[in-house]
T-cell receptor, first 114, second 114 residues
Framework: GAGVSQSPSNKVTEKGKDVELRCDPI?????LYWYRQSLGQGLEFLIY????????KSGLPSDRFSAERTGGSVSTLTIQRTQQEDSAVYLC????????????FGSGTRLTVV | KQEVTQIPAALSVPEGENLVLNCSFT??????LQWFRQDPGKGLTSLLL?????REQTSGRLNASLDKSSGRSTLYIAASQPGDSATYLC?????????????FGQGTILTVHP
């Protein structure tokens, strides 16, 4: 597609359930980011994939969070045993390689844990 | 570790004013710098990207400059309009061993009132 696609756009889940958030980057983009943004807060880095390199997982807040990127394309962010503090907008961004390119963001997934 | 600071944190101006948003970064070894706009409850929209070898980029009423050696960038908005009200974020892309990694500032909340 023309842009970065995230699904679902909204997700309401009960505390303790697992959720999966999906990101379809722009075709051919080698770099992919996940961020989250709590209400009224700045962007919090979660995880970064660059080509075939090992992902930078240094931003994942706990071992309940994990992410994978299959075939260098689609990425899934999984949150296990969700808690209310996980409620936020989860944003995905992708970019081709090279300094002349910037990042394109998806519209995000708004996660609400009740 | 790269740190990005944006000043001011918030700005309120009357319609028609020209204004400047500031972004500074601590590590000058960057590949590019990108300015984004975020509307409430939405994802990020890329406004301008300046490569490390460039001094400025222009798009319509927006002009972004980059002084890599001093670690500064400015976003100039001419003849501001109420529709410009949003949060403006700058992000630097790292080079070298951290190639592609983005570091964001905390943003400037701009309000343009009629």
């Amino acid at each position: 597609g023309a842009g970065v696609s995230q699904s679902p756009s909204n997700k309401v889940t009960e505390k303790g359930k697992d959720v999966e958030l999906r990101c379809d980057p722009i075709s051919g983009h080698t770099a992919l980011y996940w961020y989250r943004q709590s209400l009224g807060q700045g962007l919090e880095f979660l995880i970064y994939f660059q080509g075939n390199s090992a992902p930078d997982k240094s931003g994942l807040p706990s071992d309940r969070f994990s992410a994978e990127r299959t075939g260098g394309s689609v990425s899934t962010l999984t949150i296990q045993r969700t808690q209310q503090e996980d409620s936020a907008v989860y944003l995905c961004a992708s970019s081709p390689s090279g300094e002349i390119y910037g990042y394109t963001f998806g519209s995000g997934t708004r996660l609400t844990v009740v | 570790k790269q740190e990005v600071t944006q000043i001011p944190a918030a700005l309120s101006v009357p319609e028609g004013e020209n204004l400047v948003l500031n972004c500074s970064f601590t590590d000058s070894a960057i590949y590019n710098l990108q300015w984004f706009r975020q509307d409430p409850g939405k994802g990020l929209t890329s406004l301008l990207l300046i490569q490390s070898s460039q001094r400025e980029q222009t798009s319509g009423r927006l002009n972004a400059s980059l002084d890599k050696s001093s670690g500064r960038s400015t976003l100039y908005i001419a003849a501001s309009q109420p529709g410009d009200s949003a949060t403006y974020l700058c992000a630097v892309m790292a080079g070298g061993t951290s190639y592609g990694k983005l570091t964001f500032g905390q943003g400037t909340i701009l309000t343009v009132h009629p």
